[in-house]
């Protein structure tokens, strides 16, 4: 029981990293996910002190009820993974590019400020949203979403050579494209 409650404490330390990265409905909805598991950790402890009193029925009945209510906070997590997207790799699947393709006249790309444009690809029959920034007079080119929490990078700001996610702050190297 000990190491299932360090477990607990463990996954509720990551849940609220996570959590803090979320708004409107998506963080409301962990919000209740974290209450209702902690109840059910609650449950499940105050079980095991039952039975360690000998009150064994009154622990049984503790621990029934903590399965209950934990395959509802499971029911909530599930909810917020495949429902609300939350955890999930917000990576662009769209294929790159396949050559170089005008979007704008390069005097329209100010300095220092990202600006989205979409390329039209031809084989996918779709537009591929694209993130432009110039910075110290070379033009770099990424995907537009961010692939942690699929924030718009084309609102983000410049930092050292990368493009930071609005949402929470990831950066991308410019020449890379890889996350930092």
């Known amino acids: 029981m000990q190491a299932g409650a ?34 059910a950790l609650g449950l499940q402890l105050t079980s095991t002190a039952l039975r ?39 990576a662009d699947r769209s294929v790159e ?15 220092g400020q990202p600006r989205k444009v979409e390329v039209w690809d031809e084989v996918e029959r779709a537009h591929i949203p694209v993130a432009l920034v110039r910075q110290h007079g ?13 924030g718009p990078l084309d609102e983000g700001w410049l930092l050292r050579g990368g493009l930071g996610c609005p949402w929470h702050g990831s950066r991308y190297d410019l020449k890379t494209g890889s996350s930092r």
């Not at 621990?63 to 209950?68: D, I, R």
């Open 6 to 39: 360090a477990g607990a404490v463990a996954a509720a330390a990551t849940g609220l990293v996570d959590w803090q990265q979320t708004h409107g409905r998506p963080r409301r909805v962990g919000l209740a996910h974290a209450l209702v598991n902690s109840a």
């Open 52 to 90: 360690r009193r000998g009150r064994r029925r009154e622990g049984r009945l503790a621990s029934a009820t903590a399965w209950g209510v934990m395959f509802v906070g499971a029911y909530l997590g599930g909810h917020l993974v495949y429902r609300l997207r939350q955890g999930v790799d917000q």
């Open 97 to 111: 590019p396949r050559g170089f393709e005008p979007v704008l006249p390069a005097a329209d790309l100010k300095e």
């Open 138 to 150: 070379r033009i770099f080119a990424m995907g537009a979403r961010c692939s942690h929490m699929g």
